[in-house]
């Protein structure tokens, strides 16, 4: 298999005892639960303990917080798939947006539905990058799927979405999850083709998320090739995580390990942009403030190429966020 890394562009590789050493233990509690039925796409949750996860993400424990990223190098290493085939499967589904409101990476303003997402998985504290879709719940955010799940493993604990993050700054609060969803081909071996998990977030001040902040539509099975502009929070060298990064491009298969079925733009975002969105390019409707249609995230990279790669949304991520957006 060729040589793989995490967002963070080989950096974390070089210092990984180091950074999990900054981890700090958490105190959530994660049941994770499954469906064995093969004769249709299965999807995995846990119901998550958000009591004082909010007051656990200090300032200073979000700055410290370990780019997620580590953990998709775990999975590409293990480079766990299943039939590709399996992923391309359904009919092109649309959900329109519910309201409207130097390097290869340029700066953004910060958008109101795009945040970090931070979490504790195995005592370690994580950062990622999350956005807010439109659901029935009105309260959904996607991410990584490693960001949610170890990818075999446990589902995380303290997850918290921070939108429109902005130096240390929650202008719109921090939201605690209720719930977090993957794919079962995911959390049971770590399946880069599935490398996608969704949160179900918690009311803030008596609010559901969708009453605060804009969001994202979505779209899968959609046609491959397609033009995105994809979001996040690198944190790695050049950048700091500070801020939003976005990268624009059209969508190539990825030839080096095309078993994951993943698709590439060029882009440098590093560790912590795991999770930001991929956000489909003339997909922004002519309302006011709509956010456009997410068909992807930002998954993996290779040392020595900057093209970010992301999962093909088919059938069984549909299904994960459609179970996701109904609790």
Known sequence: MTHTRSLAAGLLSLSAAALLALGAAGGATAAPSGSDDHKAPSVTSATVDSSGVADYWTADRMLNAVPGDVLAGKALERGNTTNAAAVEKGADTKV????????????????????????????????????????????????????????????????????????????????????LYAPTQWSSKGDMQYDTGFAVMNQLNGKYLSDVVNESGVEFNAPRGLAYKAFGYPAASPFNGE?????????????????????????????????????????????????????????????????????????????????????
């Not at 130097?102 to 795009?114: G, L, N, Q, R």
């Not at 504790?120 to 956005?131: D, E, I, K, M, R």
């Not at 955010?141 to 240390?168: I, K, Q, R, S």
């Not at 409707?285 to 930002?298: A, M, V, W």
């Open 96 to 179: 329109a947006p519910s309201k409207g409101k130097s390097t290869i990476a340029v700066s953004e303003s910060p958008v109101d539905h795009i945040g970090k997402v931070f979490f504790t998985l195995a005592g370690v504290n994580y950062v990622c990058s999350g956005n807010a879709v439109t659901s029935a719940n009105k309260s959904t955010v996607t991410t990584a799927g490693h960001c949610v799940n170890e990818g075999p493993g446990a589902f995380a604990t303290n997850f918290a979405f921070v939108p429109a993050y902005l130096n240390g700054t929650a202008p719109y609060g921090k939201w605690t999850a209720r719930a």
């Open 243 to 327: 801020s939003l990064k976005s990268c624009s491009g059209t969508a190539t298969n990825d030839t080096n390990n095309p078993q994951f079925n993943t698709q590439g733009i060029r882009c440098d975002m590093t560790g912590g942009s795991s999770g930001g969105p991929w956000i489909i390019q003339g997909s922004t409707p002519e309302t006011s403030g709509s956010s456009g249609l997410q068909n992807s995230i930002n998954s993996y990279g290779y040392s020595g190429s900057s093209v970010m790669y992301g999962p093909y949304w088919g059938s069984v991520i549909q299904q994960t966020y459609s179970s996701a957006a109904a609790s």
